[in-house]
């Protein structure tokens, strides 16, 4: 699905960077719990931007990869059943499940780079990242997941909640104005109404702006 006003080129190539920086193979560190927990907290971070973005811009218009459309065609016609709004961890990390995602996964071998490292992956996509709600993914089965869920309008769950709840405080915060100006309250109406109207273009150019600064971070 393509992102407006080249939406789509900024989050495929801020999510591909964070990809290809921030998560790495697990098995690359051997034993060593310090160099574990540093690639842990950097896959936190690149989780964290992602759930930002998924906070601040609508998922429909998002484009993870160059080749989201090969990566949805083919995950649906793999996985018609599987249910992704809430995961259950056995249709992913059961040896029957493995050896129906290994097939799906080499697909993208050299089309997707990094396609098999480790990346965080949410168990219920309405919820955050918490201990309780996430697992470790490759990257390729993670893609697959959130662009399903994206193209589905699952994570819009997630989307809406947040801008409800800025709704709500910016309601509160003109009422509060309002009542404090007493003739001004006209005022603070059709203020509050420009920034409905320009509201979404706003809003996606201070979620690209803390998804860079974020980004910074995590390099």
């Not at 759930?51 to 998002?62: A, E, G, N, R, T």
């Not at 090969?70 to 990390?93: A, C, G, H, M, T």
């Not at 697909?107 to 780079?113: A, H, M, P, T």
């Amino acid at each position: 699905m393509e992102a407006t006003s080249g939406n789509d080129e900024v989050v495929s190539g801020e999510l591909s960077s964070l990809a290809h920086d921030v998560s790495l193979p697990a098995e690359s560190y051997g034993n060593d719990p310090d160099i574990e927990m540093a690639w842990a907290m950097r896959a936190m971070q690149h989780a964290e931007v992602y759930y930002k973005l998924i906070s601040s811009v609508d998922p429909q218009f998002l484009k993870l990869t160059k080749v989201d459309d090969q990566i949805y065609s083919e995950f649906r016609e793999n996985f018609k059943k599987l249910r992704i709004d809430v995961l259950d961890p056995e249709e992913l990390k059961s040896e029957a499940a493995k050896e129906k995602w290994r097939p799906f996964c080499l697909k993208f071998y050299g089309i997707v780079e990094d396609f098999n490292y480790g990346t965080l992956l949410r168990l219920n996509c309405s919820q955050g990242y918490t201990e309780e709600n996430t697992i470790f993914a490759p990257r390729i089965q993670f893609f697959a997941i959130e662009i399903a869920r994206n193209r589905e309008g699952y994570n819009k769950a997630v989307y809406t909640s947040v801008q409800d709840k800025e709704e709500e405080k910016g309601a509160n915060n003109r009422g509060d104005r309002g009542a404090n100006s007493g003739g001004e309250e006209k005022g603070a109406n059709r203020e509050g109404e420009k920034e409905k109207i320009n509201k979404g273009g706003e809003k996606e150019k201070e979620a690209y702006k803390e998804i860079n600064k974020s980004g910074e971070t995590a390099m």
